[in-house]
């Protein structure tokens, strides 16, 4: 199995991921995010810190 590059497994800072929205004409698109490359997605409920990381969170199984 070949090896990912680094781009894929290596994640983004706030910062990266900020400019990259940004470029967006459309700043009312939603966002979602997906583990099947785009195949089935989920709607970003919440943006957090935790452990000392930004996670996007997904809400809809959440019993609280």
Same mark, same amino acid.
């Given at each position: 199995?070949?090896?990912?590059? /680094?781009?894929?497994?290596? #994640?983004?800072?706030?910062?990266?991921?900020?400019?990259?929205? /940004?470029?967006? /004409?459309?700043?009312?698109?939603?966002? *979602?995010?997906?583990?099947?490359?785009? *195949? +089935?997605?989920?709607?970003?409920?919440?943006? #957090?810190?935790?452990? #000392?990381? =930004?996670?996007?969170?997904? =809400? /809809?199984?959440? +019993?609280?």
């Amino acid at each position: 199995m070949p090896k990912q590059p /680094e781009w894929v497994i290596q #994640g983004k800072s706030i910062k990266q991921l900020i400019k990259e929205l /940004e470029s967006f /004409e459309d700043q009312n698109l939603l966002v *979602e995010i997906s583990f099947d490359d785009g *195949e +089935t997605s989920k709607p970003i409920s919440l943006v #957090g810190k935790i452990d #000392g990381k =930004c996670m996007l969170l997904n =809400c /809809e199984n959440s +019993t609280e």
